[in-house]
């Protein structure tokens, strides 16, 4: 388990970015937190979109609501295009078939 985790105040340490973020990120419901022995952890699996929240935090100046906001937003659109592929995917077995 020790290897899917990173600890919370040196990943801000290296991203230069606040631990009170990621406190927001959870209070949001955003991200997870596990606590082990003392330590916070972040999953590494979630870095990528702590990464993508920060950047909306500190270099566009978006508000949590604001990034949640946008975070439904993108997996709407991420579900439309599977939809969009599948339907394109039909849409070729059909046109062989004729």
Known sequence: MQNDLIIISDYCDKCHIEP?????????????????????YLLFSQLPDVERYSRMYYDLSINMEGIDAIRHLLEKINVMQKEIDDLHARLRLYDDMF
């Open 20 to 40: 009170s973020f990621i406190d927001l990120l959870q209070e949001s419901g955003l991200v997870d937190i596990q606590s082990e022995g003392g330590e916070r």
